[in-house]
């Protein structure tokens, strides 16, 4: 072999090594900074790879004492499955949704979280969907900015303008880089729309494709600095279920962006404003739909909404 034959392999080897360690490490490093809960309820599985993602207001820290609320809520809640035959659903499901909580009785969905932390609200899901919980990912609404300013910005769309005292959301009609603190106003506004929770469903989902597009940008996935910072900043922010680490949360944002690529889906609601005895104003759902959805979800052979244009 000619001598700048072997010189050539012997470089590209030696950068392989250092991009292997490099990854390795950092890959170790935000494992080991990573908060894991025992969520899951050890249920029969079911086929495919279900991921319930649940955004959590703990009201503890700066980023979210604006409303003079306690204690811990899941504002967010999303199911991501991966199906058997490679298709993937991302689905919001609506906090105030009316569900049957194992040992409480029916109440809103984010009530499960409350009562019994990321277990009760695994179990109620698995009950409601009748898909089992492979992994539980909780993001802290308090790190959202931090993840937001590792990668440096998103760029987020409105239609409307809006300037949201409750909140702190301002925008104007369009689509804007923002920084950490809009991203996490864009994602916590509720009131600035008709459709509430709805709407706010909507620019969660938004926000996660925007998230992943900015993350795997080469302007992050090649910058060693931004690649740090990105993984510090997502470790502080999330909470998982035990044996759920870093390359579980990669496969999970492949299946993600893979999910909102091919298309919104949506959970049936029967009545979004059902009046309900204990709990105000709930939504309600018919429970043969549901199983129906989540049916199709799970095999993969659901039909996703039609896209504009």
């Known amino acids: 072999m000619p001598r700048p034959v072997r010189l050539t392999a012997t470089l590209m080897a030696l950068v392989l090594i250092v991009l292997l360690g490099w990854v390795g490490g950092l890959t170790l490093w935000a494992n080991g900074r990573i908060d894991h809960v025992d969520a ?5 599985a079911t086929p495919g790879t279900t991921y319930l993602i649940a955004g959590s207001d703990s009201r503890g820290g700066q980023a979210v004492t604006d409303d003079g609320t306690t204690g811990q809520r899941a504002d967010t809640i999303m199911l991501l499955h991966k199906a058997p035959n ?7 499901l609506p906090r105030d949704t009316l569900v049957d909580i194992p040992g409480h009785g029916k109440y809103k969905l984010n009530a499960a979280f409350a009562f019994g932390g990321p277990a009760l609200l695994v179990t109620t899901i698995e009950e409601f969907t ?9 993001i802290g609404f308090d790190g959202v900015e931090g993840i937001v300013d590792a990668v440096g910005h998103v760029n987020l769309c409105i239609d409307h303008d809006v ?3 409750r909140s702190g959301l301002k925008m104007t009609t369009g689509c804007h880089d923002v920084g950490g603190e809009q991203a996490l106003a864009f994602v916590r506004a509720r009131y600035i729309d008709p459709t509430a929770d709805i709407g706010r469903q909507k620019r969660q989902q938004q926000f996660v494709s925007a998230l992943l597009d900015r993350a795997t940008s080469p302007s992050v996935l090649l910058n060693p600095a931004s690649q740090v910072k990105l993984a510090g900043a997502g470790s502080d922010a999330l909470r998982t279920s035990n044996g759920t680490g870093v390359f579980a949360l990669g496969r999970m944002a492949l299946a993600a962006r893979s999910a909102m690529g091919a298309g919104a889906v949506q959970m ?4 979004p404003e ?3 005895k204990h709990s105000g104003i709930a939504i309600l759902t018919d429970d043969a739909e549901i199983k129906q959805f989540f049916g ?3 095999d993969g052979s659901l039909a996703r909404e039609k896209q504009d244009g």
């Not at 490679?86 to 919001?92: A, F, I, K, P, T």
């Not at 009748?130 to 909780?138: A, I, K, P, Q, S």
């Open 40 to 44: 899951l309820s050890g249920r029969e």
């Open 86 to 92: 490679g298709e993937s659903y991302l689905v919001s």
């Open 130 to 138: 009748g898909l089992t919980v492979d992994h539980f990912v909780e």
């Open 163 to 165: 300037d949201d005292a």
């Open 268 to 271: 049936p609601i029967k009545d």
């Open 274 to 276: 059902y009046r309900t």
């Open 296 to 298: 199709a979800m799970a």
